[in-house]
């Protein structure tokens, strides 16, 4: 029994040892954790050092991963989110999926094989791997932006697949079966179960949590979030549904709930380890000597079925009007087979619909479809050609706010900073895609844009936005946006960056509500320094500093009203006279507040 146990011991040290060297060493050199858990495993797996055996187990414990992923995924998506995404899931999900399994089908019968292995082999291969696509995206932070949604909702999609999948393998099989429930008996006891869920998640959970919550015992709340997770997947697979499905379901019903947080919070952990587990076993599960024996027929199967279903995914997501970088970027990151595949697989074995060479030559193509998509993920990010900022189209925005930010500069940022620190949300534009990658990474929801372009500004919510902040320093743009903002929006309130006194003229005259100087705080403060560094008193510093800015401001506001753009630098007398009165008057109210401050001194 303590060998066993020592055994065992061995093999969690072996496991997290092979992650904690790979993962850190093919993150620096640039190839991502994903392929650092597949290398991990296939070295210490049964094919390498065999330092590990049963991969089985291992990848069966591990699924626990993805469908915590899939949890902490739908705590992300609010209910009125899914349903805003139904025609992604439906109609680009059902579209990709039908079409891939086709013309993998009449692909793989061209390898000698009978249309109904041809069809099993197909559907197997068109299941992406949920885990992998998560992950990546995850990692590149775009699981918010509106090509990770898209690709979520046709994985969620391919997760509903599993059911009709299993029952055709049934129906194409030729045991006899004396106890079968028809298909709709099937469909009604999924929907029943989904129903149930709902309806707990809907009206149970959130009071449970908040009796827990009272109790102030950390692990029961713990013991609480992975309860849910497992709870729901459980359900979902008795129904028949995937587990997966369980649990991303049980998140949306909890993603609007005070708990959310706290649930990431208890999750994450458990998560991260399961889904590198998840990929190790997935390393370890490629058989060497099977992938030897038929290296060709594999080396061509994979081939084929991920250029067919890579073309399917680009001329889909084309006809969908994604650009050709996304559909590019979708073809290369779900070309792949997936972890439900060996489900398919091994149930069509179990009912003699494919044999075990089929089924092993077939586990061999998904396995190595799922090492190779990282390493043309990278090769692609290396190697395409780099648009220029003027041949990237614009990113779709799919969350309009009352605030508008245009730039996302020097300036801009600390703006934004200001107001999504005190809670309120932005839609942020700019027109850098380095800037905006970096931002969105950085977890600050961004999109590239040209605010110049008007049809950009409405999409981005200027119609209905109350406050637009342009903080971009081209100096005619900045007043064409003014205009066209007064004139699609006329309530809205303006807040303009102006690069010197002469452009805060043009902004006023176009018609924004403030117009801030890029440099004059600024200079404000230094000017403020400089009069302390000479002596001055700190409050009287302030005192003179606050004068100045009001009526500098003042100052502006009125050579604005007699500003005369044909007029050369100093050149305007009216806007000489009234500079030289606001000088004079400026002077004796400020030597007015040195006086008084003196006479209280004396006092």
């Known amino acids: 029994m303590e060998a066993q146990g020592a055994g065992d011991l061995i093999r969690v040290v072996t496991l997290l040892g092979a992650a904690v060297v790979a993962v850190p060493l093919f993150k620096r050199i ?25 991969s089985h187990a291992i990848l069966h414990i591990a699924e626990f991963g993805v469908v915590m992923f899939l949890f902490m995924i739908g705590l992300e998506m609010k209910p009125s989110h899914l349903w805003s995404l139904r025609k992604q899931i439906f109609g680009l999900g059902s579209l990709q999926v039908v079409i891939s399994a086709l013309l993998m089908t009449l692909v793989s019968v061209q390898f000698g094989i009978s249309w109904e292995v041809a069809f099993i082999c197909s559907s197997g291969f068109v299941l992406t791997s949920t885990a992998i696509v998560m992950q990546v995206l995850g990692e590149r932070k775009r699981l918010s932006t509106r090509p990770g949604q898209k690709m979520v909702s046709i994985l969620l999609f391919e997760d509903l697949l599993i059911v ?44 449970v949590f908040r009796i827990l919550a009272d109790s102030k015992a950390r692990e029961v709340m713990t013991a609480a979030a992975l309860f849910v997770v497992l709870g729901s997947a459980l359900l979902m697979e008795e129904a028949g549904l995937s587990q997966a499905m369980g649990a991303f379901v ?29 990929f190790l076993g997935v390393g370890m599960s490629l058989n060497l000597t099977v992938v030897a024996e038929n290296w060709m027929l594999i080396g061509i199967g994979v081939f084929a079925l991920m250029l067919t279903k890579g073309i399917c995914i680009y001329l889909v997501a084309r006809a969908a009007k994604s650009t050709h970088k996304t559909a590019m970027e979708r073809a290369l990151l779900m070309a792949q087979g997936g972890e439900f595949a060996f489900v398919l697989f091994a149930q069509a074995f179990n009912q003699k619909v494919i044999d075990e060479t089929v089924n092993a030559n077939m586990t061999a193509i998904v396995v190595l479809s799922m090492v190779l998509t990282p390493i043309m993920l990278v090769l692609y990010e290396k190697f395409a050609p780099k648009p220029t900022a003027e041949e ?86 900045a007043e064409n946006i003014v205009h066209f903002a007064r004139e699609v929006n006329p309530n809205i309130k303006i807040i303009a960056r102006a690069y010197d006194r002469f452009s805060t ?48 401001r003042h100052e502006v506001a009125l050579m604005s009203q007699v500003y005369d753009p044909n007029m050369g630098l100093f050149q305007n007398p009216l806007m000489r006279d009234i500079a030289r009165e606001c000088d004079q008057k400026m002077a004796a109210d400020i030597q007015e507040i040195i006086l008084r401050a003196k006479e209280k001194e004396e006092e």
């Not at 640039?30 to 049963?54: E, H, M």
């Not at 469909?187 to 998640?201: D, E, N, R, S």
């Not at 019903?253 to 998560?271: G, K, N, T, V």
């Open 30 to 54: 640039g190839l991502g954790s994903v392929l650092g858990y597949l290398a991990a495993g296939l070295i210490i797996g049964p094919f390498g050092l065999k330092l590990v055996t049963d």
């Open 164 to 207: 009709p999948l299993l029952a055709i393998v049934t129906y194409l099989s030729p045991l006899e079966t004396e106890s079968t429930i028809s298909w709709w008996e099937s469909a009604t006891i999924a929907l029943v179960a989904l129903a149930m869920l709902v309806l707990i998640g809907r009206f149970i959970l959130n009071p």
């Open 250 to 278: 049980a998140g949306v019903m909890l993603s609007e709930s005070a708990f959310r947080h706290q649930l990431e919070a208890d999750i994450e952990p458990f998560r991260g380890l399961l889904l590198g587990l998840f």
């Open 392 to 477: 990237l189209p614009a990113d779709e925005i799919d969350e309009q706010h009352p605030i508008l930010i245009v730039g996302m500069g020097r300036f801009g940022q600390i703006v934004n900073d200001l107001l999504r620190l005190s809670g309120y949300a932005t839609t942020v534009v700019d027109l850098n895609p380095d800037m905006i990658k970096g931002f969105n990474e950085y977890g600050i929801k961004s999109y590239f844009g040209d605010a110049s372009r008007r049809e950009f500004l409405i999409a981005a919510g200027l119609e209905q936005a109350e406050i637009l902040v342009i903080a971009i320093n081209n100096k005619e743009q």
């Open 505 to 552: 003229f043009a902004l006023h005259e176009a018609g924004a509500d403030e117009i801030i100087r890029e440099t004059f705080d600024a200079a404000v403060r230094a000017g403020k320094r400089a009069l302390e560094t000479l002596g001055m008193e700190p409050e009287l510093v302030k005192e003179i500093g606050d004068y100045y800015f009001d009526a500098d």
